[in-house]
């Protein structure tokens, strides 16, 4: 099973090539630079240094959300393109699964965090255990004490991963709520990367979540900026 996978959810930008588990290779860069500059050369590049062509492909992959509304439908566009001219079906995966799979090999909970701005968070809880990530709860739009509500009750120890970890983990350290239980995941695992996106994709390919590429869609979690201005001024 050899795949793509492409991601472009927040600043980081990236794609991998996979065989099964295993990463035949990935580029990533982490600067503020469009996607649409970045997403699709970054591909083409590694699918050249690979010596594979769309066509040696089994799916295609990418992360549908949350994040940014203009990355997403950037990196979703790129794949849905990508998987039509070949052919093939598509993978969606959650963003916060996706960074949840970065610990696989932890013990305990992944809190996956994206800072949405507006003092909320997008978050995602996943219990690991054995190399595994399963779902602890719906992904979700919250505030940063809702969040930590939400951890007081959940599998002790707790690993913040996503680009809101830290400003999560500043926050909910103030309350000494609880203590050397929260831990910020280490830098290199802190943010979105294809390769770990990739294995959430195996996974869901594994339980036939493949599709259409006219069927993928994002998942924004919430309304962008323009809609929700556009329903305060009238007053909903």
């Known amino acids: 099973m050899r ?4 991601e472009g959810s927040a600043t980081a930008a990236s794609c991998a090539l996979l065989e099964d588990q295993k990463v035949l290779g990935e580029f990533y860069v982490n600067i503020p630079q469009t996607h649409s500059q970045t997403l699709l050369p970054m591909a083409q590049n590694l699918l050249a240094t690979c010596g594979t062509v769309p066509a040696d492909l089994d799916f295609f992959a990418v992360t549908r959300g ?9 990196a979703i566009a790129a794949a849905k393109g990508l998987a039509m001219a070949a052919e093939k079906p ?4 959650s963003t916060l699964e996706g960074l949840a799979w970065n610990l696989s090999g932890f013990e305990g909970t ?3 965090v994206m800072d949405a701005r507006c003092g909320q968070v997008y978050a995602g809880l996943f219990y690991l255990c054995e190399g595994r990530v399963a779902r602890a709860g719906e992904d979700r739009a919250l505030s940063i004490q809702e969040l930590g509500e939400k951890l007081d009750r959940i599998k002790k120890p707790v690993f913040l991963v996503g680009d809101g970890a830290e400003l999560c983990y500043n926050r909910l350290s103030e309350t000494g709520a609880f203590g050397d239980s929260l831990r910020l995941a280490p830098p290199h695992l802190r943010y979105q990367r294809a390769a770990a996106v990739g294995a959430a994709a195996l996974a869901a390919w594994g339980r036939n979540e493949g599709m259409d590429p006219g ?5 924004y979690l919430r309304l962008p900026q323009a809609e929700r201005e556009l329903l305060a001024r009238k007053g909903k």
């Open 110 to 112: 992944a809190a996956a």
């Open 215 to 219: 069927e993928l869609v994002p998942a």
């Open 90 to 93: 598509c993978v969606g995966v």
């Open 3 to 6: 795949y793509l996978v492409l």
């Open 66 to 74: 949350p994040g940014s509304f203009t990355g997403l439908r950037i």
